[in-house]
């Protein structure tokens, strides 16, 4: 191992040398959490073809939720000497002896869609969305929206605790407290989910006087909104006109339902967290210009003029 | 006789449970040095009155007095604590601990704030050596043989309390041999001065070892007396409070016809580690008896003929038919029918009615399609429960709330329901009182009489030597020879046993 | 039936009854509207209908489960099942094919996820708890392949009726679930099925050695449970037209589990009640319609659902019964005195 070891920073040297001159020949490691919601598909299937766009080699590792399984994936991918590995953890914490190796073989690392609680130095850079100001653009939205009239607002929260629930809940109650005539009358936990947004939704709408006094629902995530449509809509009333819906993530029944006139608005969590973080790769690479230790996603809000049914079209390609 | 004061004394103790009355006003006393035999049909209040004594069950009237002071201990460690300790039936120690581990348990020897682990074996070693135990003290107890157990059991009891020793039907598992260990191990403890109260069934172990006899029927004494000065006739009628009918008595069943032909006929029957294999031709009618000591292979028998256990060689005719019997549902459905030895287990379905019971196997031969209505299984408990004289309030109440002998009826009760034409018994008599006794064996005649054969298997080779026409002797897990007619004596069981069979497995075709 | 067992089952259900007696009420306190039913849309609406609606798949979950535990076994596999029916009726009906083909196949895989924990419990003697974890883990699994990870919609109206529908004013899972407990009920106890369920729970050496066919019924109350499941997991999938592979009847084991217990039965087998599993099944879902119209911050939904659970299963306890009487027994006396 002597030689080999001498023999190093000599090899790691050459492989800028060569990364350099030709920078679309990289190969990256991703090490994705799994495929436990059609969000997490899609960012999988952009990052696919986003590396395929640049003539990027990708190798990919699913780690079925288990973090033992994405360090694995990183060791493998030290050993094979990608040029750079992308990171969506699937936990904050017990990343760094891992991480030391990967800077040690002299890989940058970019984290996609969550950080971790780890020194800034045993990453490059990290692409997530600021999902407190996904909360506040949602809450721009109704505020711009109904304008000075009163309204009344129910709210679909996440899985209690967990840290998009959280967020999310913060920016929008930012917003509304700047608003007077906005109040939110009811949350509840969902658990993210539609059976459980519809059930809540249920609930509201028994408290809220069948629904009459509620003037729009803010949902933590779309597939909440999806299912509290349906409740909204058993109780005879008509989502997106007698309540205004609007929600997050902008998965593709949402925007059917836009299209049906029975949802308002979205606020993007884009699946393309792989784009920006290839963009900096390849500068930090070609350049040596090392990128902000965070870049934050774009949070677009989608509406009913954005023709929903071609984004429906779109988004429905990728995987969600 | 002259004692100043009893070790151990009970006066008027009164219990009951939800108004019944239990315990009706007991006397008893217990002297150092003495063998207190405990004897009554099940239910009668022994049970309750060891439980009374040993602060089990709190006493709604009377006094205990130990050396002439009053005593009022709340539980067993508070029992253990004033001198008396208590091994049941079924031994309540950990059979995966090591002998030495029980012996000491909860109060293991210390070094260093460790169990000191050769201080207790060697302590153990001479503890029981005391009681002419020399065996592996490191070894798990569930190893040795339920008599070891016991006298372990004892040692430990005798060892935390030392002064009274109750003995709750210690020999209830145990065989001849065994027994007559244990009761070398009590009369050392008599000698050393312990008081001990010995409850059995057995009258014959009562005269062997005890001094003196209470007899309880019903909650209440009847007499102590001491068994010098009785017979077991009189204490028999005292249990009953009746005359008993001639039991003990009557002459053997008569063979069948020698010319009739074998209705059920296993040839060359066994399984390998399990028992060789036989030969065993049943005539209608016939009862047969299975004689052996424990562990020679009776029960494994049993279970080879009922399908619990598959042969691996053999075949099996009926009515001259060759069929296969590979579990317990081809034999139910060939009309064969086995009340097991082990009734908790495998008898009785604890929680279900009495009346679930006894339907139970008759319905599992009809299939889940053809119930039995309601008033159908009723009419059918009513009925077996007014001829096996069940006792129960009610066909209704779990079938676990009933005593033991009734239980076991309630298990005959579910095979005579199906009318069988082949029915094994296994230890049928055992842990039953007197009373049940007689009866099971007044009923085994009578089904005999009506054309069904039977194998009886039990210990009581009298009882055998009653009731069966024919005797197979078993021996290190063979069948090793045939006793009939003139030669069906318990002596010539035992002979047979003894000699290793002259292996005459003769077929009286 | 006989007298003594109508009043001892009226002692078992009267306590049950009590309970959710006793939630409704405090959920009425929490919100006056509580017990309003009205009609709308030639439906009926309120919050009690909600608590039948949204307790119906687990209500049917609870009716296998009990038979199940009633054989001293358990099924944790049947959210897992839930799943994959979902993904099968949501994937074959986007796909065109008809109703009847679709529900087919979903309780079809119900029936042989539900065959594949029996031969393991029965035939190969696995323990259940570990023979069941085995699908609940991979039960997802398949239904993740099946829906390739995405949520599956549908419009086709006929199946979503069986989520949301209503027949005679009454949400089609109410309907469903009734008729089931009917058929599960005159089943178990119109034939000897249910005492040889009970005696199989009970002792199970004695109930080969009295003849019964132990095998066949154990494959047999799997088999329910699994079917009980694929029907839960249509509705669910029905309700929301759409299949979630990853959160359809997820921890739905642990509520079919808790009605049965709620509902009386030991977890060690014998004796059962479907009808009180359903009333523990409508305890459970009364818990958590009164908790989301109450109006307390979702922090607390668990806390005072467990909370709600241990009072319960406390006054279900016998040792509490006893323990409750000598307290009685004792004030009296001191108030005597």
Request: glycine fraction near 10%; include cysteine; aromatic fraction near 4%.
């Amino acid at each position: 191992m002597v030689p080999m070891k001498r023999l190093a920073p000599l090899a790691v040297a050459c492989a800028c040398m060569v990364t350099a001159a030709h920078a679309a020949d990289m190969t990256v490691g991703f090490s994705q959490i799994g495929s436990e919601s059609g969000w997490r598909a899609a960012e999988t299937s952009v990052t696919r073809s986003e590396a395929a766009k640049r003539g990027i080699t990708l190798k990919f590792a699913d780690a079925q939720q288990k973090q033992e399984n994405q360090i694995k994936a990183i060791r493998s991918f030290v050993a094979q000497g990608v040029d750079a590995i992308l990171l969506a953890p699937v936990v904050a914490t017990g990343w760094e002896s891992v991480l030391k190796e990967a800077r040690e073989a002299e890989i940058p690392v970019v984290l996609l869609d969550r950080t971790i609680d780890a020194d800034k130095s045993l990453y490059l850079t990290a692409v997530t969305s600021d999902t407190v100001h996904e909360g506040r653009v949602a809450g721009e939205w109704l505020a711009g929206t109904v304008g000075d009239k009163p309204c009344r607002v129910v709210e679909l929260q996440g899985t209690v605790g967990s840290s998009p629930a959280i967020n999310r809940k913060k920016g929008f109650d930012e917003i509304v407290a700047k608003h007077d005539n906005i109040t939110v009358v009811r949350s509840q936990t969902g658990d993210f989910t539609r059976t459980k947004g519809k059930e809540v939704m249920e609930s509201f709408l028994k408290a809220e006087d069948g629904g009459r006094s509620i003037c729009a629902l803010y949902a933590h995530n779309d597939d909440m909104a999806v299912g509290a449509i349906q409740a909204i809509k058993e109780a005879g009333l008509k989502p997106g006109s007698d309540i205004l819906v609007v929600s997050i993530d902008a998965v593709p029944d949402i925007f059917m339902a836009m299209a049906n006139g029975e949802a308002n608005a979205t606020v993007e969590l884009t699946p393309n967290m792989a784009g920006p973080a290839f963009e900096a790769l390849v500068a930090f690479k070609e350049t040596g210009k090392e990128p902000p230790k965070w870049i934050q996603t774009e949070s677009r809000l989608y509406t009913r003029d954005d023709d929903p049914r071609r984004v429906y079209e779109e988004k429905k390609g990728m995987g969600y | 006789m002259a004692h100043p004061s009893p070790l151990l004394e009970a006066r008027g103790l009164g219990k009951s449970f939800l108004g019944q009355t239990a315990l009706d006003g007991v006397d008893f006393t217990l002297r150092a040095g003495e063998v207190h035999a405990l004897l009554g049909e099940n239910g009668a209040g022994k049970s309750t009155l060891v439980k009374v004594l040993t602060g089990v069950h709190r006493r709604d009237a009377g006094t205990i007095l130990m050396d002439g002071a009053e005593v009022a201990p709340h539980d067993t460690a508070g029992a253990q604590a004033l001198g008396i300790g208590t091994v049941y039936q079924e031994v309540n120690l950990l059979p995966n601990l090591s002998v030495a581990e029980n012996i000491f348990l909860g109060r293991q020897p210390r070094r260093f704030g460790l169990v000191d682990r050769r201080a207790m074996e060697r302590n153990t070693r001479t503890l029981l050596a005391g009681y002419g135990l020399a065996i592996d003290v490191a070894a798990p107890l569930g190893r040795f043989s339920v008599a070891v157990q016991q006298i372990v059991a004892i040692a430990r009891a005798v060892d935390l309390s030392g002064r009274v020793l109750i003995l709750d039907e210690p020999t209830a598992s145990l065989d001849r041999q065994e027994v007559e260990t244990l009761f070398a191990v009590v009369r050392r403890l008599k000698a050393r001065g312990l008081g001990i109260i010995f409850i059995t069934h057995f009258l014959d172990q009562v005269f062997a070892l005890a001094d003196r006899v209470t007899v309880l029927r019903n909650g209440r004494r009847i007499d102590t007396v001491a068994v010098a000065d009785t017979d077991p006739m009189a204490i028999v009628q005292m249990m009953l409070g009746r005359d008993l009918e001639e039991v003990e008595s009557g002459p053997g069943r008569p063979a069948a016809a020698a010319g009739a032909a074998p209705a059920i006929a296993f040839e060359g029957y066994g399984r390998r580690r399990s028992v060789e294999p036989f030969d065993l031709a049943i005539r209608p009618g016939e009862v047969i008896g299975i004689a052996g000591l424990l562990g020679s292979g009776r029960t494994e028998t049993a279970r080879l003929l009922f399908g619990l256990d598959a042969a691996d060689s053999g075949t099996v005719r009926i009515d001259g038919r060759s069929v296969r019997i590979a579990s317990p549902r081809h034999a139910v459905a060939l009309g064969f029918g086995y009340c097991p030895e082990d009734r908790k287990t495998d008898g009785i379905v604890g929680d279900l009615s009495v009346r679930e019971n006894i339907v139970l196997a008759l319905q599992a031969r009809r299939g889940w399609l053809r119930p039995l209505s309601r008033a159908e299984q009723a009419e059918l408990a009513d009925r077996f429960v007014a001829a096996l004289d069940i006792r129960t309030t009610d066909i209704e109440k779990p079938v676990k709330l009933l005593s033991g002998g009734n239980q076991q009826k309630a298990v005959l009760a579910r095979w005579l329901a199906t009318e069988p034409r082949f029915l094994i018994l296994d230890e049928p008599t055992r842990g039953i009182d007197v009373g049940a006794h007689a009866e099971i064996i007044r009923l085994i005649n009578r089904l005999c009489d009506g054309g069904m054969s039977l194998v009886v298997i039990s210990s009581e080779f009298d009882e055998l030597v009653v009731c069966s026409s024919r005797i197979v002797v078993l021996r290190d897990r063979r069948h090793v020879g045939e006793l009939a007619g003139g030669a069906l004596t318990a002596t010539a069981i035992m002979r047979t046993i003894a000699a290793g069979g002259a292996d005459d497995r003769t077929e009286a075709a | 039936m006989m007298p003594g067992t109508a009043t001892r089952a009226l002692a078992g259900a009267l306590p049950r009854f009590s309970v959710l007696a006793l939630i409704l009420l405090a959920s009425w306190l929490a919100f006056p509207g509580y017990f309003d039913v009205t009609v709308n849309d030639g439906r009926l609406y309120g919050s009690l209908i909600d608590v039948l609606n949204r307790g119906a798949p687990v209500a049917i979950l609870a009716i296998g489960m009990t038979l199940v535990i009633a054989t001293g076994g358990v099924d944790l596999s049947v959210g897992a099942v839930m799943a994959v029916s979902g993904a099968v009726a949501a994937t074959l009906i986007a796909d065109g094919q008809p109703l009847a083909v679709a529900l087919a196949a979903a309780l079809g895989a119900g029936v042989l996820c539900g065959l594949w924990n029996g031969i393991l419990v029965a035939v190969l003697d696995i323990q259940p708890i570990v023979a069941t974890l085995i699908l609940m883990v991979t039960g997802r699994g398949i239904a993740q392949l099946v829906t390739e990870g995405a949520i599956v919609t549908f419009v086709d109206e006929s199946l979503i009726f069986i989520g949301s529908g209503a027949v005679a004013g009454m949400p089609m899972p109410v309907v469903i679930a009734a008729v089931l407990a009917a058929a599960a009920v005159l089943l178990v106890r119109r034939t000897a099925l249910g005492m040889f369920i009970e005696a199989i729970g009970v002792n199970r050496r004695a109930s080969v050695q009295a003849g019964l066919n132990v095998r066949v019924v154990l494959i047999a109350v799997y088999v329910a449970s699994g079917f009980c499941a694929a029907l839960a997991g249509v509705i669910v999938a029905a309700d929301i037209r759409g299949a979630d592979a990853n959160n359809a009847g997820l921890w739905l084991e642990l509520d079919a589990i808790l009605a049965v217990v709620l509902g009386g039965a030991s977890l060690l087998g014998g004796r059962f009640s479907i009808l009180m599993s359903i009333v523990g099944a409508l305890i459970i879902q009364a818990m958590n319609t009164g908790i989301l119209i109450s109006g307390f911050p979702p922090e607390f939904n668990l806390i005072l659902k467990a909370a709600i659970v241990v009072v319960i299963l406390v006054l279900q306890s016998p040792q509490a019964g006893r323990i409750a009487a000598a307290i009685a027994a004792r004030t009296g006396i001191t108030r005597r005195r």
